[in-house]
């Protein structure tokens, strides 16, 4: 994959490295074309992507390709950014373009099946894990539907490709170490599990040409803990067990999510210096974590929304710990114009333009039209929320402004709501929110 002839997938280059300053990232990049393939479509992949190349560097309208002769073979396009961003449409500004790169995929549609595991002294299973094929329907557009701040997601993508690079190039893990162990941290409802399973499912369509398809594997921690003292330690055994059979395809990407790992590290901390179950099962995914992350097919994703109990055993064992805060007045910006765009797009609020570039706005170095200007101050308003919460307030928005109150509800009498009705029922709602928060801090 990463053969003389090809840059390497989004990696920047001119690199440079100026006396006494942090490296100097020029903008150069590549362009991620992923072209999502119909399930019942039979065409080659090499064949489609024979036709989406040529229509994408000759500057065919891909709108009428896709409504015509594509229709039948494929679902969606997108183009990504070195940024981790994606546009459904090639991106103009490209001087800085260094190649394109295109990857064609097709989503398993099962979702995710229960990993059981039966217990020994009882004729009990415990649904230890949960297993998705990936990439999967399930999670198709959840990496674009997250905002973070600039940066977030473009240095997962690189840790992970230069992971692989050490790993493809054979680097002596005693000379260079790395553990492919990754930990997001952060207050709750910050995206963490979600960029977990978005990363996973990214990275395999991403890696297409080293991976054939993908697992996410996600173990649930509290099932960990059998009543049945002693068994603890062989539940994880045989979980882990389970993992290996499907890391031994060395065509599968196998990507292992602990999520909220202070479960099992506080049960640790609770119980003292008395060697118990709880200790055990710490003890005994320690172990296995260790046994599974020397193989070059497997990512280990962990998260934790309280940082200060985690168990140092973990801590040190993770290559990339990332803080995931609540959003910036930008994030929060693009989180709800998403939002706010997708309840246009379906016909639910009145198209408007709200403008894409927090930044150029905020420094009104461009017009704002529309309702962007209120949108630019509810976000400001937004700091401190999490994106969950962000990603409620427009639903509270449209019950505020009065959709579903005398039976309008019904599809055919459902009234568009005007855009600037509905950010200003935003805007109350995101007052009330910050004014229930200030009554329970109280
Ligand atoms: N930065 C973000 N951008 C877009 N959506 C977000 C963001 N953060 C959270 N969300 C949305 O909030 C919901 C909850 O996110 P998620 O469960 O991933 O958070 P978490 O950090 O794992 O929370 P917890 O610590 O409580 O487990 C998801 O539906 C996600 O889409
Ligand atoms: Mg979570």
Not at 191 to 211: D, M, V, Y
Not at 249 to 271: F, G, K, T
């Amino acid at each position: 994959m990463y053969d003389s002839e090809r840059p390497a997938p989004s990696m920047k280059v001119d690199l440079k490295v100026e006396s006494g300053d942090a490296p100097m990232y020029s903008d150069a990049h590549i362009v991620h074309v992923e072209i999502c393939q119909r399930s019942k479509s039979g065409m080659k992949k090499s064949v489609l992507e024979e036709v989406v190349k040529n229509a994408v560097e000759s500057g065919t309208d891909l709108k009428t390709l896709l409504d015509g002769d594509l229709f039948e073979a494929v679902e969606s396009i997108r183009f990504g950014g070195v940024n981790g961003d994606v546009s459904n449409t090639p991106p103009v500004n490209s001087e800085n373009r260094i190649g394109w790169q295109y990857h064609v995929y097709k989503v398993d549609t099962s979702g995710g099946q229960l990993e059981d595991i039966e217990e020994e002294k009882e004729e009990n299973s415990v649904h230890a894990a949960k297993n998705w094929i990936l990439p999967s329907a399930d999670f198709e557009g959840l990496w674009e539907s997250l905002v973070f701040d600039a940066g977030v997601k473009e240095s997962l993508l690189s840790y992970v490709e230069v992971t692989m690079l050490l790993s493809e190039r054979g680097v002596d893990p005693n000379l260079v170490t790395w553990n492919r162990v990754v930990l997001f941290h952060g207050p709750p409802g910050t995206g963490k599990t979600s960029l977990c399973q978005a990363l996973s499912h990214k990275l395999c369509l991403r890696l297409g040409s080293r991976f054939d398809y993908g697992h996410l594997v996600e173990i649930n921690s509290h099932s960990l803990f059998s009543k049945w003292f002693s068994e603890s330690g062989k539940l994880v055994q045989r979980m882990f067990e389970t993992i290996e059979g499907l890391v031994d395809d060395p065509r599968a990407l196998v990507c292992v999510l602990i999520d909220e790992v202070e479960s099992l590290a506080a049960a640790r901390n609770r119980c003292g210096n008395e060697p118990s179950d709880a200790t055990r099962v710490v003890n005994a995914v320690l172990t296995q974590l260790d046994n599974i992350k020397r193989l070059k097919n497997v990512l280990i994703l962990t998260t934790s929304n309280v940082t200060g109990m985690i168990d140092l055993a973990f801590v040190d064992r993770a290559d990339l710990k990332k803080y995931i805060g609540p959003p910036s007045a930008e994030a929060a910006y693009g989180i709800l114009r998403g939002s706010a765009l997708e309840l246009m797009k379906k016909r639910i609020v009145a198209h408007d333009n709200i403008c894409a570039d927090f930044k150029k706005l905020a420094a009104k170095s461009q017009a704002a039209y529309g309702q962007t200007e209120k949108l630019i101050s509810i976000a400001e308003k937004c700091a401190g929320l999490s994106g969950r919460t962000l990603r409620k307030l427009p639903f509270l928005a449209m019950v505020k402004a009065g959709v579903g109150s005398g039976g309008s509800l019904a599809a055919e009498n459902m009234q568009i709501i005007p855009s600037e009705v509905f950010f200003g029922a935003l805007d109350s709602a995101v007052d009330e929110e910050l004014a229930d928060r200030k009554k329970l801090d109280k």
